[in-house]
């Protein structure tokens, strides 16, 4: 396990991270990755429902993950425990990922075919929402235990991402939690997000996510 | 409740934000007043930790609050139900609060006597790290449901703080959280860090965390 690859991102030199994204995405798309970016608050569950996610649908979708962390490769060496390729980016203190430390990511994957990438992003609900990573679709985490009322808080995070896992939902009856007023907030921020209640460590609710995920692939080679 | 009094923060037109920092100190300490910033991820309790510091303490000083969100007022209208002159800080979309927008705030309070006043930082466990607000003491809040890791993926939060709660210490039956191992990766960050269990919403630990308020403001005044 002492071989976790660690790459440290620079920061884009070209201003225009839009350009760089929108970029970032035709390469995809020609090469047949879908990316997903994945975006929460810290602790919140990301990995745990990346490792989940990767037992699943690792017989029928080649898998790979990039880990972005300001330190620490302890994630990447969760994520390799699974058999999938996985690398570590670490962004030099910086507090999100911009297009272009993405693709830096995307080439250290090598050229074998990737039909489903995840790219872990720092755990922060407010500057990784402010950046195009050049994903295909945008998911985040929201874990009971931060509370329903986070999309009044941190508007862009809501409002960039096509769905909302809430997870821990199993530790609900323990905390100050309504899912409804959670869907209501999120509907204000963003009337198209989809909002799935899972436990990433039980596996409720996953089939309804890996479901959503199926039918984004689906649609984007369509 | 409706006069919130909400002011939207201007980034400073000075670049020299450790300067501002400390004249914002000397300047406090003149006045007599103990600014406390306090951090943490998003949900992990700042709020219900104030409200219920300020119920303990408003009958010995007197306090005053500053909430930082990027949206909402709601944190403000929690903290003004307690009887403290609070208000809002709007950061226009920051992530974190520098030195100067902390000093349109402490003006915005007005000139009465304030013996301890508390900066709520806005949720994110990266950028408020790298800002010196001019506060006499940092603080931070880690939930248990956050995990034991993260010392170890945001070093610099918990080597800026001289105090980390350890909030929803009532719920860790049932989550994977181990207070040594936390303990053990605060103390390789910062091993002059106090670590104090509590749980704001019952109560338990937070005598602790008062007396180690009362010591910091004796130690400062002395």
């Excluded at 060496?77 to 980016?89: S, Y």
């Excluded at 670490?90 to 990511?105: E, I, K, V, W």
């Excluded at 874990?143 to 808080?153: A, M, N, W």
Aim: aromatic share 6%; glycine share 6%.
């Amino acid at each position: 396990m002492d071989n976790v690859r660690v790459i440290e991102v620079k920061r884009s030199v070209f201003e225009n991270n839009d350009r760089d994204a929108d970029r970032l995405r035709a390469e995809l798309k020609q090469r047949g990755t879908f990316l997903l970016n994945l975006m929460s608050s810290p602790g919140s569950g990301k990995t745990t429902t990346l490792e989940r996610t990767i037992e699943a649908l690792s017989s029928e979708l080649r898998i790979a993950v990039m880990e972005a962390d300001i330190d620490s490769d302890v994630d990447t060496r969760r994520v390799l425990a699974k058999g999938v390729r996985a690398i570590q980016l670490h962004t030099g203190g910086m507090c999100h990922l911009d297009a272009d430390m993405c693709r830096q990511g995307v080439r250290e994957l090598g050229d074998e075919q990737i039909d489903l990438a995840f790219l872990e992003n720092v755990g922060n609900l407010v500057c990784p929402a402010e950046f195009d990573t050049g994903a295909s679709a945008n998911a985040m985490i929201l874990s009971v235990p931060e509370g329903d009322d986070k999309p009044l808080k941190y508007p862009l995070m809501f409002q960039v991402c096509n769905v909302v896992l809430v997870n821990k939902i199993d530790v609900a009856p323990y905390f100050d939690f309504d899912l409804d007023k959670l869907r209501e907030n999120v509907a204000m921020r963003n009337p198209m997000a989809r909002v799935i209640p899972i436990c990433a460590k039980t596996g409720e609710g996953m089939d309804e996510w890996y479901d959503w995920l199926r039918q984004q692939l689906a649609n984007w080679k369509a």
